[in-house]
């Protein structure tokens, strides 16, 4: 990945978290990894866990945040809840949420929106 999507990609991540702390989310988790896939953030909050993609984008050129989020790409994230649930022992409702943020050419925040439950399943590890 060229440096300055990697740049864009770890100031969303940066914005992301802040705003999830900000909401009263307590972060369990970041770039979690498994055979499966990556999440971004794993946040937890009113004991649910929330696993959380972040797609940052600096035009539409290629879609909205929204759009970028693919069908293989949810079930990678599905799998990958799945993983983290069991390898971590954590027997709670789940869910994935997205956080869309566009920025402007010089990286100035236009929209950052956090986006429940993304897939269609709702997460029960029993």
């Avoid at 990945?1 to 990609?9: I, T, V, Y």
């Avoid at 929330?50 to 790409?73: W, Y």
């Avoid at 100035?108 to 997460?123: H, S, T």
């Amino acid at each position: 990945m060229p440096d300055n999507r990697r740049q864009l990609g770890q100031q969303g991540e940066d914005l992301a978290r802040a705003h999830l702390e900000k909401a009263g989310y307590i972060v369990r988790d970041t770039n979690y990894r498994c055979p499966w896939g990556e999440v971004d953030i794993v946040v937890e909050k009113n004991e649910e866990v929330v696993f959380v993609e972040v797609r940052t984008r600096r035009s539409k050129r290629f879609g909205s945040p929204e759009e970028s989020v693919t069908a293989l790409k949810r079930k990678h994230l599905v799998s990958t809840a799945y993983h983290y649930i069991e390898a971590h022992d954590l027997p709670l409702p789940w869910r994935i949420d997205l956080i869309a943020i566009d920025v402007d050419a010089q990286g100035i925040v236009e929209r950052i929106e956090q986006l429940e439950n993304i897939v269609e399943e709702d997460g029960y590890s029993d």
